[in-house]
T-cell receptor, first 119, second 114 residues
Framework: EAGVTQFPSHSVIEKGQTVTLRCDPISGHDNLYWYRRVMGKEIKFLLHFVKESKQDESGMPNNRFLAERTGGTYSTLKVQPAELEDSGVYFC?????????????????FGPGTRLTVL | AQSVSQHNHHVILSEAASLELGCNYSYGGTVNLFWYVQYPGQHLQLLLKYFSGDPLVKGIKGFEAEFIKSKFSFNLRKPSVQWSDTAEYFCAVYYGGATNKLIFGTGTLLAVQP
């Protein structure tokens, strides 16, 4: 079974440019998450999709970030225009079950991440 | 606020030494607890998880963790590390409620010297 995949693995852009990151979740996983790790800090939640709907976007830093998941399959995260502080590793994860209670099936499977460098 | 603390940012051990990595979380009622590991050049992968029941949880590759509710802790242990355990280790907490997000600690870089 294929895991979560992300593209590209690395991206180097200049301040003010636009970048689009892509995530393909595990097949059949309705739940898709984006996280970000800025260098030296913790991995932080950005947002959560259930199918094509945004369930929680409380972690999105500002309106330069736009996430979509048309058709409920893969997701894209666009940063426009990119700023220096957007540099970091962007992780995508997916899970089979969304639960509001403890559930042994809500494990999140992570992709390899996209390392974004804004110069 | 929901938060997770990992006390050790960098740990260097010799092979066969014992390992204990600390993790504390802020109070939040019933929680799920996770340890993830990221080996060099690889994905984050799950080492072990606690949902309920026995507070001593066994994971892959000989790792275990103990949930101590009174201390809000979920420390990771391994009795004898190997060079291949060199990686970054992340403690994460799921607080439940209206959101499904994980709250992560800052990570601990473990280097095992042969």
């Amino acid at each position: 079974e294929a895991g979560v995949t992300q593209f590209p693995s690395h991206s180097v852009i200049e301040k003010g440019q636009t970048v689009t990151l892509r995530c393909d979740p595990i097949s059949g996983h309705d739940n898709l998450y984006w996280y970000r790790r800025v260098m030296g800090k913790e991995i932080k939640f950005l947002l959560h999709f259930v199918k094509e709907s945004k369930q929680d976007e409380s972690g999105m830093p500002n309106n330069r970030f736009l996430a979509e998941r048309t058709g409920g399959t893969y997701s894209t995260l666009k940063v426009q225009p990119a700023e220096l502080e957007d540099s970091g590793v962007y992780f995508c994860a997916s899970s089979l079950v969304q639960s509001r209670r403890t559930s042994p099936n809500n494990e999140q499977f992570f992709g390899p991440g996209t390392r974004l460098t804004v110069l | 606020a929901q938060s997770v603390s990992q006390h050790n940012h960098h740990v260097i051990l010799s092979e066969a030494a014992s390992l204990e990595l600390g993790c504390n979380y802020s109070y939040g009622g019933t929680v799920n607890l996770f340890w993830y590991v990221q080996y060099p050049g690889q994905h984050l992968q799950l080492l072990l998880k606690y949902f309920s029941g026995d507070p001593l949880v066994k994971g892959i590759k000989g790792f275990e963790a103990e949930f101590i509710k009174s201390k809000f802790s979920f420390n990771l242990r391994k009795p004898s590390v190997q060079w291949s355990d060199t990686a970054e280790y992340f403690c994460a907490v799921y607080y439940g409620g209206a959101t499904n997000k994980l709250i992560f600690g800052t990570g601990t870089l473990l280097a095992v010297q042969p």
